[in-house]
Structures are given as structure tokens and as C-alpha cells.
């Protein structure tokens, strides 16, 4: 359950943007609709995940279904997935299999949402800017696979690739966070809020990157974020 150790490479591609940065108060902008844009990592841990928290901030004014954090392995594809199918619904699939948290509309604002699972008990937590929504039971024993590819704004059918691109996401993206533990409400909250936050395997201070297609990085504009 302790920190992993891991190490962090970015796929290459001669059409992508490669880079390791303190993204502080920027953001990702996926400026087409529909998008075969993306920004792709790949961590390896020493062994499988049994715990984890994944937390991100959206910004867009989709109505159809997109994806936000693809996390995929060669045996499953939706290993980890954050979904929104329309505005009142998110789905978090963990091992392929999924639970739906619904949600009140959005007003064109930021959105702020942690995921978190623990193997042990199956309890998977869901957080919408700051607030718990009631747990669900997901996936009791099962171990999240180590070798994996992360995207963000596509949903991977396949390792690191089979999209379909009305499935992904055209808007703003930043704060994207992977911790190997279930964080506390406290820690919950303070990601919500962009306060101090303990070390992750991916953090968006230091996040190291690919872009693939039309995405590129901007300042977050002043006071969108809440901070």
C-alpha cells in the first residue's frame, strides 16, 4: 500500500509534442469537435495497483459522451476509465466493469472530480468539486494490471489505441493527478481546493507528456479555476 516506485516515459511519435513541466495554473486545450487529439503517458509501477485515486478538472460544453482518463492495459482496456456518457452522468470503470455516479447539470463551470478504489473492500468513492457522492461497490479483489497506457481525451478499445473519435473530449483539461492510495476526505478536498497535496505517480507539477494531434498548452484564464 506504500508509495510505488515507478518510471515515468513518454510514447513517441513524430507528430507529438514531448515535455516534463510544472504546469501550474495551466491547462490542456483540446480545440476540436469531434477530436482525434490526445495527450499520452506511461507509468510503470513494480507491481499492481490494489488502491488508487485519480483526480482531474474539466472544462467544456459537450452534451455527448467523452472520455477523460483512459488508463488501459494489454489484458483490458478500460482498466481505469473516467467516463461522462451525457452531462448528468459519470461512469468510473475499474477491470472493465463500471459504476455511474449521477450528477446535477452543469452550469459552464469547472468540474472537478476524484475517483478512488481499494481492492481489498471493492469501495469505490466518487467526489464532484469538493463534495463525497454516496460509495458503490466495484470489483472486490481485483488488482488494476502495471503496464499501462494513459490518455487523456480519447478512450483506448485496444492498448494505447482504438478510438473512436465521438468519444472524445474537446474542451480544457489541467490537474490531473494519479496517487497508488485511497486518498482521505482531507486530501480530497485540498485537490478540489489546489492545495498541498502528497506525492503521486503522476502529478500534474511534474508531469511529463506527449501531445498527438490538435492540443496544445495555454494559461488557465484568470479566476475559471477557482484559485
Known sequence: MGSLRLWLAVLTGLSGVTAQEDLYRKVFVF?????DAYVVLRVKPEQPLLNF???????????????????????????????????????????????TFRVPEGRGDWEHVCASWESATGVAEFWLNGKPWPRKGLQRGYAVGAEAAILLGQEQDAFGGGFDVYNSFTGELADVHLWDVGLSP??????????????????????????KGDVVVKPWLRGVLGR
Not at 485515486?53 to 488508463?71: E, G, I, K, N
Not at 489484458?75 to 467516463?83: G, H, K, S
Open 31 to 35: 480545440r476540436t469537435d469531434p477530436s
Open 53 to 99: 485515486t485519480v483526480c482531474l478538472r474539466s472544462y467544456t460544453d459537450l452534451t455527448r459522451p467523452h472520455s477523460l482518463f483512459s488508463y488501459a492495459t494489454k489484458a483490458q482496456d478500460n482498466e481505469i476509465l473516467l467516463f461522462k456518457p451525457k452531462p448528468t452522468e459519470y461512469r468510473f470503470y475499474v477491470g472493465g466493469q463500471f459504476v
Open 186 to 211: 482531507d486530501k480530497m478536498r485540498a485537490a478540489y481546493q489546489s492545495l498541498r497535496l502528497p506525492p503521486a505517480l503522476l502529478a500534474w507539477r511534474s508531469l511529463s507528456y506527449e501531445t
